[in-house]
Every structure is written in structure tokens, then in C-alpha cells.
């Protein structure tokens, strides 16, 4: 059992930048692989970053070049920097976990077991 929990969501400009970041607790011992999805109103849920268990991290390309995952195993938290945000980044941000699997490429989110509640990220012109 794992409960995930997001902050760092906002509003800013375009532009602007965020850091996200994803708390875990629960059964946290041994690592993760860590995901980020996202979803805009009206739209289908995507991933947008992964970092598996070797801290290795995928992009969606949409996002690369601007996105970047990190995660720190000794606070079982994730962060997402997010810089030069466009408005059609803008969407609720969840974050999500997969204590058993790894993954090589991002993964459909029905993949993912474990998820926090979202935090929304508004980015305007």
C-alpha cells in the first residue's frame, strides 16, 4: 500500500516555471518507479515523465527539453521542475507509483497501481 500525495501546482504565466513534487508514504521501503501524467480538461489523461529504478528518466515530447524528474529515495518524494511552461501545459498534474514494475518507455496509466489525488498547474498568456 502506498498513498501519494502532490503539491507545488499554481498558476503563472507563459514562461513561467514550477517545481512539483509527489510525496509517498505507506510501504515505501526499496524504490519505485515514479511516473508523472497529466490531464486538460476534455482530454485524455498523459504520462509526461518517468524515472524508473535506476533513476533512468523518459519524456514525453511534448514536454522534453523543459520537463525534468527527479526523485530523492531517502525522502520517498518526486519532483517535477517544470520551466518555459505554454499554456497547453496547463491540466491537473498527477503523480503515480509502481512498486513491482519497471518500465522502459512510458506507460499507459492504467499500468501504474498507485496514485495521488492531482494538483492543477495553469499556465496563461
Known amino acids: 500500500w502506498v498513498q501519494l500525495v502532490e503539491s507545488g501546482g499554481d498558476s503563472v504565466q507563459v514562461g513561467g516555471s514550477l517545481r512539483l513534487s509527489c510525496a509517498a508514504s505507506?510501504?515505501?521501503?526499496?524504490?519505485?518507479?515514479m511516473a508523472w501524467f497529466r490531464q486538460a480538461p476534455g482530454k485524455e489523461r498523459e504520462d509526461v515523465a518517468l524515472?524508473?529504478?535506476?533513476?533512468?528518466?523518459t519524456y514525453a515530447a511534448a514536454v522534453k527539453g523543459r520537463f525534468t524528474i527527479s526523485q530523492v529515495n531517502a525522502e520517498n518524494t518526486v519532483f517535477l521542475q517544470m520551466n518555459s511552461l505554454k499554456p497547453e501545459d496547463t491540466a491537473m498534474y498527477y503523480c503515480?507509483?509502481?512498486?513491482?514494475?519497471?518500465?522502459?518507455?512510458?506507460?499507459?496509466?492504467?499500468?501504474?497501481?498507485?496514485w495521488g489525488p492531482g494538483t492543477q498547474v495553469t499556465v496563461s498568456s
Open positions: 503515480a507509483a509502481d512498486p513491482y514494475n519497471s518500465y522502459s518507455r512510458l506507460p499507459r496509466p492504467k499500468a501504474l497501481p498507485y
Open positions: 505507506g510501504s515505501t521501503y526499496g524504490t519505485y518507479c
Open positions: 524515472i524508473d529504478t535506476n533513476l533512468k528518466t
